[in-house]
């Protein structure tokens, strides 16, 4: 292939940077990557075209005008009623292939046509109908709630001719919608069709970056979504926080079920968890497994992590068979070698301990201070209880001789004042 003359455009819109006959990547959710664009002829293998329309909402058309299509065209296709205005993204052989894996059409029958190539009187009565989208939805949020009805309206898409309007509704139960309908044909005066989507369809429609960094795979590529559990995680020895296994739509990553299968596979070579390991050590049981490596880590403990030692699971197999013939090896390490004794690393073997301590102060110590043994600390201690025992009774006897000091004088001074009051009478 001749790639110096091979004629490159930067696409502008619908693709971007550089591609040839439509290889590029468009902004659009689920881009396919036309990896036959260059084969020659393969544009016209079949009149099949792939038309997207307005966030992940795709649908095949029959090019019976043979019109010469690429990826990033605009066109007008055949609706009901009137005409849609769509992208093209793939043409060629992909899109049978595409057809059998994400389409619902069940008969030939159900494929429309493409009448052209858009005009710009398509491009208007387009452009006038996709700017009555928002307020249409912000209305029509107020009519359900108004009719009191357990529904979440999430987006609303116009027809290409603004004869007819979509609305994708999000609801836990059944909704009986019926007057909500009348009510929205009263006030558009537009054909009204209401899709029921779930959380994920809802994610992929307004698109976003995950927390691994790249782009939704709901709104890339991923068009048939399949139940994800708590189980895939726990294959994956992933911990079970609710807050890193929920993606953009609440709901349990996607991604969760990429490699679950592999787990399950490489978790099949591991031993079982029952299983325990004889050796003339201890017995050890089995702690954690690491899935990815093939290593296990076994304690001597069953409850709790004691003496943990990791082998491979090829000698962990190795062991097993040889507790089934009533063997015992000296240690789960390999060729039966007994475990290394570890050396515990002393840091302050050769230091001394006291070099961060501070200096103190020597003091003086008198010659006649003797230093006391444990009984005459003893004696003396009780000697010090029984005078404070003394003080104490002392203290109380003088209270009780001030009291009844103070009551002897004021008895004397009445008796002295009753004897001059009885004088005064006599006289």
Known sequence: MDYNNMKFKVWHGCARGLSNAGCGRQNKQLNTYDWLADVPGNSFSTDLVEIQFKNTRKG??????????????IVAVEANPGHDIGVVTLTGRLVTLQIKKNSNIKSPEDIKRIYRIAKDVDMEKYHEAKSREHNTMIKSRQIAKSLGLKMKIGDVEYQGDGNKAIFYYIADERVDFRQLIKDLAATFHVRIEMKQIGARQEAGRIGGTGPCGRELCCATWMKNFSSVSTTAARFQDISPNPTKLAGMCAKLKCCLNYEVDTYMEAARKLPSKEVVLQTMEADFYLFKTDILSGQCSYSTDKNFPANIESISAERAKEIIELNRRGEKPLSLQENSKAKPKKLSADLLANADISRFDRAKKKRRINNSQQSYSKEEQLNSITKKQENSKQQQS?????????YNNRQRQGQRKYNTNSSKQETKNEI
């Open 394 to 402: 002392t203290e109380r006897q003088n209270k009780k001789q001030s």
């Open 60 to 73: 095949y058309y029959h090019n019976i005008n043979r019109l010469d299509l690429k990826k990033g065209d």
